[in-house]
Nanobody, 119 residues
């Protein structure tokens, strides 16, 4: 049974930092492309960052230079470190997984999200 469970969200002041975590029950975690996406009220869902099975990281232009996505396949955890947070980063953040090393598949597995509010 696949489960993705996010944590680490909260209220932070502009300029602050947060580290989001996503506990993964994938078997094995290393076979999956992993990503963080977010959705703000009234806006479309936006991919923030992804990391493929080879460890290659890709970031959205809107956040480039601020986040760092990482994965620990041994501990089965996906992380998103977000620095210099801005009010426009306020959103529900979701982790997602797609089977395959190269991120060529759609994200089939999703967590329920963790709220980040920058104010």
């Amino acid at each position: 049974h696949v489960q993705l469970v996010e944590s680490g969200g909260g209220l932070v002041q502009p300029g602050g930092s947060l580290r989001l975590s996503c506990a993964l029950s994938l078997n094995p975690t290393s076979d999956y492309c992993l990503a963080w996406l977010r959705q703000a009220p009234g806006k479309e869902r936006e991919e923030v960052a992804r990391i493929d099975g080879y460890g290659t990281r890709t970031y959205a232009v809107s956040v480039k230079g601020r986040p760092d996505i990482s994965r620990d396949n041994t501990k089965n955890i996906l992380y998103l470190q977000m620095d210099n947070l801005k009010p426009e980063d306020t959103a529900m953040y979701y982790c997602a997984a797609a089977l395959g090393y190269g991120c060529s598949s759609v994200f089939s597995y999703w967590g329920r999200g963790t709220q980040v509010t920058v104010s």
